[in-house]
Nanobody
Framework: QTQLVESGGGLVQPGGSLRLSCVAS????????MGWYRQAPGKQRELVAT???????NYADSVKGRFAISSDNAKNTVYLQMNSLKPEDTAVYYC?????????WGQGTQVTVSS
């Protein structure tokens, strides 16, 4: 059973930084792409950033220039470096792993940006 486990969330002041990590463990499943999504209260889950196994990436316009996604394929791990955080970045952040035919989600980690 493949599992995704996120870590690194927390409370940070506006303008601060956080680094999220997501580790995939289990049956040795190999992901084609991994990514981060977020869901704020009362809103739909939205894409934040994705990265493919060959290293191409995609960002939501709202985080371009502030967030950076990276991965370690050997460790099936994906990271999200979040800088210049804003209150509107407050949400539960979810990791997603896409295989050829199946996708997996983590349980989410809370990020709160507040003074």
């Amino acid at each position: 059973q493949t599992q995704l486990v996120e870590s690194g969330g927390g409370l940070v002041q506006p303008g601060g930084s956080l680094r999220l990590s997501c580790v995939a463990s289990g049956s040795g499943f190999s992901f084609v792409a991994m990514g981060w999504y977020r869901q704020a209260p009362g809103k739909q889950r939205e894409l934040v950033a994705t990265i493919t196994r060959i290293g191409s990436w995609n960002y939501a316009d709202s985080v371009k220039g502030r967030f950076a996604i990276s991965s370690d394929n050997a460790k099936n791990t994906v990271y999200l470096q979040m800088n210049s955080l804003k209150p509107e970045d407050t949400a539960v952040y979810y990791c997603k792993g896409d295989g050829m035919y199946t996708s997996y989600w983590g349980q989410g980690t809370q990020v709160t940006v507040s003074s």
